[in-house]
C-alpha cells in the first residue's frame, strides 16, 4: 500500500522539482517506508532520482517533454528493495508507479514465468508490469485485488492509468490538455500552483442535501477529477503536441443465469474462504477490524482456518453507553476465534482535537461522525504494531444488508404479481424489525422511482432543506441509468457502484492509510461479486431477514447470536447525543462565525433555528448539523489556505 502521483507535461518547464518534493512529502502517511522519483523525458532519455539525490537535483535546468513519477512506500509484499518504486522493466522502456496489492500475484507470475517472463522480486509491481507486457490493457481483467497506477509505456510513448473495479484505491487527477497531474489524495495536487482551489458548488450542494459524495467522477475541488473504479484511461503523447484523454470502462457486473445444481451456500462459502485466503497474503502481521457485524464476524470466524489464533489481533471501536455498544456480540466472536481482542471509545471531547487532521487526511467533506470512530480504530490498529487489516466493507451493498433494500424486495414482489409472497415479506417484516406501514411504503416507492423524483419528494415532505441557500446556483440532477430490470439487483448496482459504497471506501482508505494501516475487503472480491448476482433474489432477503446466504453459509461457524442479529451499528458515534451536550459549544461558535456567515450556502437564520430545534430535543437532525458544520471547516482547511 503507497502513495503515488504523477506529472506529465508537453513543455517540461513546468515541472519542478521543489513541487514534486512537496507532493511527495505530502504523500508520506501513504508510505513512510521508503520514497522514489524518477524523470521520463519524451522521446528521450530517462532520470533516475532516489530519496537521496533529491536535493543533488535542485539546481539542475528542467527538461523538455517531461513525466516524473513518484512513490511513497509502504513495506507488505517483498521487504526488500527490489520493491522500490517507481520499478521499470529490463529493458527500461516501461515504468510503474503503483499502489494496492494484486491479490493473486504469485498465480500470475507463475503463469508469466511459463511465458518466458523474469522476475527479480517477489513483489505484485513487477507482476504488473510483465503481465502488461504479455497482454497489454487486458491485463486488468487478469487482477484480482485493489489498485491504482500510472504505467508509461515508453515504446507507445503512452501513459495508462487504471482503477480497481470498485475504486477501493484512490486515483485523482487534474487535465488541461496541456498538463496531467494524478495523485492518490487530492491533496498533493492542490501543491501545484497550476491547480486552482476552486469549489465545485454543484457536489457542494449534493453533499449538502444529501450527504452525497463520491457519486461522480466530479469532486468538491473544480477542475479535479477521479478515476471511476472499474475504468482506466490513456494519454498518448507520440502524434500530437496536444494531449488527449481517453477513458474506457474494462469491466462491469452483468446479471447472469444461476448456476445448476442449486448448491448456492456451498458454492458462496468456497469462494469467500478463498477471498479471505488471498487477502491474508502477506510478509506482515494481518489483523481484523471487528465491529460485532454479521460481515466483520464471518472475516474472522473464516481467517481462523488461516490464522493461528493466538497471533489474530481484532480492533473495535466501543462506547460505555449501551444503545451504542455491542461489545456483547464482539466478545462471543473474539472468544470463539480465540483472538486477541483490542477495544477503543472514542470521546466527544477528543473529536475537535483531532477534527482538523481528520479533515485534511479526507480531503473532501463527509457524511458523519462515525469517520471518527473508525480513524480511532486504525489509530489503535497502528499503536498495536499491525501494518494490515480486513475489514467487512461492501458486505452490505453485497449482500442486501441495509434495511432500506427492503423496498427493492417488495417492490420486485409486487411489480412481478407474487402478490402472496409480497403480503408475507410486508407482516414478516413488520413483525421482525417493527417498522410501521409508512416506512415500508416510503421505502417501496424509492425503489420504484428516479433519483430526481425521490428528491423532489423529500423538498415536497421534508423541512430539512429550508436551510439550504442556493443562490440561483443551476441543479444538475444526479441520476445513473438503470441497469437491471430486478429493481433489488439494480438497487444492490447503484449501492455498489455510485451511491454507497464508493464514499465508504475513500473514508476507509484516507483512515487507514492516515496511519500507515493497509485496509483490504474481502468481500469485493470480483469473483464473490459476481456469484451474488447470479443468484435467485430470496437468497438475499427472506422472511424478512437480511444477507440470507451469508448467514446460511456461517450456519455452524459464527455465534448464534451474531449471525441471527436483526440489528445494524457499525461504526456508530451518539452523535445526536453529542451535539446536545458536548460538543454543543464548539458547533454555536462555527455558526456564529462570520466566514459560515459569508459562504453563501446557508439561511443562517434557519439553521440556527433548527439546531436550537435539535438541542432542545424537538427533532434529531445529528447527520445535517454535521455536513453544516463539516464543511465550513473543510473550507478553511483547504479553500481558506494560503500557500
Not at 150 to 161: K, V
Not at 407 to 436: C, M, N, P, V
Not at 454 to 468: D, F, G, I, P, S
Request: overall charge neutral; some cysteine; proline content about 3%.
Amino acid at each position: 500500500m503507497c502513495g503515488i502521483f504523477a506529472v506529465l507535461d508537453l513543455d517540461g518547464r513546468n515541472v519542478h522539482l521543489q513541487t514534486l518534493m512537496m507532493m511527495s512529502n505530502a504523500l508520506v502517511h501513504r508510505g513512510p517506508d521508503d520514497c522514489g522519483l524518477t524523470y521520463l523525458e519524451l522521446g528521450g532519455k530517462k532520470r533516475v532520482i532516489s530519496g537521496e539525490q533529491i536535493l543533488d537535483e535542485a539546481g539542475r535546468p528542467p527538461l523538455d517533454g517531461l513525466l516524473a513519477f513518484g512513490h511513497r512506500r509502504l513495506s507488505i509484499i517483498d521487504l526488500t528493495k527490489s520493491g522500490h518504486q517507481p520499478m521499470c522493466n529490463e529493458t527500461g522502456e516501461t515504468w510503474i508507479t503503483y499502489n494496492g496489492e494484486i491479490y493473486n500475484y504469485q498465480e500470475l507470475a507463475q503463469e508469466l514465468a511459463g511465458k518466458g517472463h523474469l522476475f527479480k522480486s517477489r513483489t505484485d509491481t513487477e507482476v504488473i508490469l510483465h503481465a502488461y507486457e504479455e497482454w497489454g490493457l487486458d491485463c486488468l481483467n487478469r487482477f484480482n485485488g485493489m489498485w491504482a497506477f500510472a504505467l508509461w509505456d515508453g515504446n507507445r510513448q503512452r501513459l495508462f492509468c487504471s482503477r480497481d473495479r470498485f475504486g477501493i484505491k484512490p486515483l485523482y487527477y487534474f487535465f488541461n490538455g496541456q498538463k496531467f497531474a494524478m495523485a492518490s489524495e487530492i491533496k498533493a495536487l492542490l501543491l501545484d500552483s497550476a491547480i486552482e482551489r476552486v469549489p465545485n458548488h454543484c457536489r457542494i450542494y449534493d453533499y449538502l442535501e444529501e450527504g452525497y459524495l463520491d457519486q461522480t467522477e466530479e469532486t468538491c475541488f473544480k477542475n479535479i477529477y477521479q478515476l471511476q473504479g472499474s475504468h482506466y484511461m490513456t494519454l498518448d503523447v507520440r502524434a500530437t503536441k496536444i494531449l488527449h484523454l481517453n477513458i474506457q470502462r474494462y469491466w462491469d457486473v452483468d446479471r447472469k443465469e444461476p448456476e445448476e445444481g442449486n448448491l448456492f451456500k456451498e458454492r458462496f462459502l468456497e469462494l469467500f474462504e478463498d477471498s479471505i485466503r488471498l487477502h491474508l497474503r502477506s510478509d506482515v502481521p494481518v489483523g481484523t477490524c471487528l465491529s460485532g457485524g454479521l460481515d466483520s464476524s464471518s472475516i474472522v470466524m473464516t481467517a481462523k482456518r488461516f490464522i493461528s489464533s493466538n497471533s489474530h489481533k481484532t480492533f473495535s471501536s466501543c462506547f460505555e453507553d449501551k444503545r451504542y455498544d455491542e461489545r456483547g456480540f464482539i466478545d462471543a466472536v473474539s472468544k470463539s476465534a480465540g483472538t486477541e481482542p483490542h477495544f477503543v471509545f472514542p470521546r466527544a471531547e477528543d473529536l475537535f482535537k483531532e477534527i482538523k487532521a481528520l479533515i485534511w487526511h479526507q480531503d473532501e467533506p463527509f457524511g458523519s461522525t462515525s469517520i471518527y470512530a473508525q480513524w480511532n480504530v486504525f489509530k489503535l490498529t497502528k499503536f498495536n504494531h499491525v501494518k494490515v487489516v480486513l475489514d467487512g466493507q461492501g458486505g452490505d451493498e453485497l449482500l442486501g444488508g441495509y434495511h432500506t433494500y427492503f423496498g427493492a424486495y417488495l417492490g420486485e414482489l409486487l411489480g412481478t404479481f407474487q402478490l402472496y409472497q409480497f403480503f408475507k415479506e410486508i407482516q414478516r417484516i413488520k413483525d421482525l424489525h417493527r417498522y410501521s406501514h409508512f416506512w415500508l411504503i416510503q421505502y417501496l416507492v424509492r425503489s420504484m422511482v428516479s433519483l430526481h423524483t425521490v428528491k423532489m419528494l423529500r423538498r415536497l415532505t421534508r423541512r430539512k432543506v429550508q436551510w439550504l441557500n442556493r443562490n440561483g446556483t443551476s441543479e444538475e440532477p444526479l441520476e445513473f441509468p438503470k441497469k437491471f430490470r430486478n429493481l433489488l439487483f439494480n438497487s444492490l448496482y447503484q449501492s455498489l457502484m455510485h451511491l454507497t459504497l464508493p464514499s465508504f471506501l475513500h473514508y476507509e482508505d484516507r483512515n487507514s492509510m492516515a496511519h500507515s494501516i493497509e485496509a483490504r475487503v474481502p468481500f469485493l472480491d470480483y469473483r464473490l461479486v459476481e456469484f451474488v448476482f447470479s443468484l435467485p433474489m430470496d437468497q438475499l432477503i427472506k422472511d424478512g431477514m437480511t444477507k440470507r446466504i451469508l448467514r446460511e453459509a456461517m450456519r455452524g461457524v459464527l455465534p448464534e447470536m451474531v449471525r441471527n442479529r436483526v440489528d445494524k451499528m457499525g461504526y456508530v458515534t451518539p452523535e445526536d447525543i453529542w451535539f446536545r451536550g458536548p460538543l454543543k459549544k464548539e458547533i454555536e461558535d462555527i455558526l456564529e462565525s462570520k466566514s459560515f456567515d459569508e459562504r453563501g450556502y446557508f439561511d443562517v437564520a434557519q439553521i440556527k433555528k433548527a439546531f436550537a430545534e435539535h438541542c432542545a430535543g424537538r427533532v434529531n437532525l445529528g447527520s445535517n448539523i454535521w455536513r453544516w458544520v463539516n464543511l465550513e471547516l473543510w473550507f478553511r482547511t483547504f479553500m481558506d489556505w494560503k500557500q
